[in-house]
């Protein structure tokens, strides 16, 4: 082929491409640098467990801000008998300096066969939590934000590793060829934004798709979701032809990694306009239902990750909102009640409704923040971050429910008895999905990399 047949194949390769560009042509960069050649069933990998897999699909409710652990599962009465005073263990060394010590206001009551406590905050999830596996000795390296997101997401606190997310989807794949495999729901734009669902070097196709869920319109949750000008056999047809042309250019000139991106992102987009416009109506869900999980982002993001995960996405983060919105610096005892109030029906909804359609047994619920906040005060009536220990759960998918795991000091500020680190929850997710955390690895610039790096293991005192 000489120079202007060459110019003539890129130009109308590109023009249909623009003209295809229609219908889901800002499904956002989650979906348009895949790598491998487009065919229906590429999104359909065979499983590539190590073992048999206790959980088939993740759903991650993300308190992004950083909760205090204290006010939920991990009840502290020496905070009351020491309150205002900073004795030895309450003086460890966070972001911020911190005052005396900082009691918190809210009761705890035993609840279900287990009789693990729970706060008052939380009466509707109460219900739920001989389900749930609370793990009180969580700690994290860094106490900021943008490193201690990294790690929760991407395992390492520098920026340049894929997230969780695309680890699942390398090692797994998708089970619906019609969704992307990783969603993640967040009502705004958290701290470091789409890093936290990211690739990185793995291929883009295993990258998070964003979706901004203030509006429930699903038109709106994923902008130019229909091709308006063209019929879907008239776009089979177009794709079939943009098929034949790039297979000629990687024949002639070797495999080129951005054609077959772009390629399997319209692949996505075209099959998304049928599945996605009902996947994403709240609308087709019963009006019991609805009522069930109550009103508010949070709500919606629930019930969200409930028809994504039942329609085959392996992966979906719901973060709470925002920004950091349970980064109570100050006012924390005002705060906490009304970003409890926002998540205890939803979740209890939640986890009711997947066990109810038989899905919680195979899906790994996992809810916390980056990190926990101190039980020291910050400005008399905040709560610093706190990294030392702070509390997370599971529930489902092969976990054990109505039982706690580790504990922190007296105070609550250090986690001191079976210490679970970031790696070590990371481990243990894998394995749920059947695999090994040390032999889920990438070749990358000479070295083989993995999600806990060279850390990590499994905790299995808490496994089914």
């Not at 000795?137 to 943008?146: E, L, T, V, Y």
Request: aromatic share 8%; proline share 6%; glycine share 10%.
């Amino acid at each position: 082929m000489n120079h202007n047949q060459q110019a003539s194949t890129n130009l109308g390769r590109r023009q249909i491409l623009q003209q295809l560009g229609g219908g889901m042509g800002m499904l956002g960069a989650s979906q348009l640098f895949a790598s491998t050649p487009p065919t229906p069933t590429n999104f359909q990998i065979s499983p590539g467990v190590h073992f048999p897999a206790k959980a088939k699909r993740v759903i991650h409710l993300f308190m992004n801000g950083g909760p205090y652990q204290g006010d939920f599962f991990d009840p502290k009465p020496a905070l009351k008998k020491y309150e205002g005073t900073k004795p030895k263990g309450a003086d460890l060394l966070t972001e911020r300096p911190t005052g005396g010590l900082f009691p918190s206001p809210f009761k705890f009551k035993k609840h279900g066969e287990s009789g693990l406590q729970v706060s008052e905050l939380l009466p509707k999830l109460s219900q739920h939590i001989d389900d749930i596996c609370v793990l009180n000795s969580m700690h994290a390296d860094n106490p900021n934000h943008g490193p201690a997101l990294l790690q929760m997401n991407n395992g390492t606190i520098i920026p340049t590793r894929p997230s969780m997310g695309a680890w699942f989807l390398y090692g797994l794949g998708s089970e619906n060829a019609n969704l992307p495999g990783y969603i993640v729901l967040c009502p705004g734009r958290p701290v470091r934004f789409s890093i936290l669902w990211n690739s990185a070097f793995l291929p883009s196709k295993f990258q998070g798709t964003y979706i901004n869920h203030s509006t429930i319109q699903p038109e709106k949750m994923i902008p130019h979701l229909s091709n308006t000008r063209w019929k879907p056999e008239s776009q089979r047809e177009q794709l079939d032809l943009l098929q034949q042309l790039n297979a000629e250019h990687v024949h002639q000139r070797g495999d080129d990694s951005e054609i077959g991106a772009r390629m399997e992102a319209m692949e996505t987009a075209y099959r998304m306009q049928f599945e996605a416009s009902e996947a994403f109506d709240l609308n087709r869900e019963t009006q019991t239902t609805r009522d069930a999980y109550g009103e508010g982002h949070f709500s919606n993001g629930c019930l969200l990750a409930r028809r994504m995960v039942e329609r085959g996405v392996r992966f979906v983060q719901v973060y709470y909102g925002n920004g950091q919105p349970w980064d109570t610096h100050s006012k924390h005892n005002e705060t906490t009640p009304k970003l409890c109030k926002a998540i205890d029906q939803p979740i209890a909804a939640l986890l009711g409704d997947l066990k109810q359609r038989g899905l919680l047994e195979d899906t790994l619920v996992v809810w916390g923040g980056e990190f926990g906040r101190t039980p020291t005060s910050e400005s008399g009536s905040g709560r610093d971050h706190n990294h030392h220990g702070f509390t997370m759960w599971m529930a489902g998918g092969g976990v054990k429910g109505g039982m706690t795991y580790g504990e922190t000091d007296e105070f609550g500020f250090k986690a001191v008895v079976d210490k679970m680190h970031v790696h070590d929850l990371h481990a243990t997710m894998l394995h749920l999905l059947g695999l090994n955390h040390e032999q889920l690895t990438y070749r990358h610039a000479g070295r083989d990399f993995r999600l806990t790096d060279v850390h990590g293991r499994v905790v299995k005192e808490i496994l089914a």
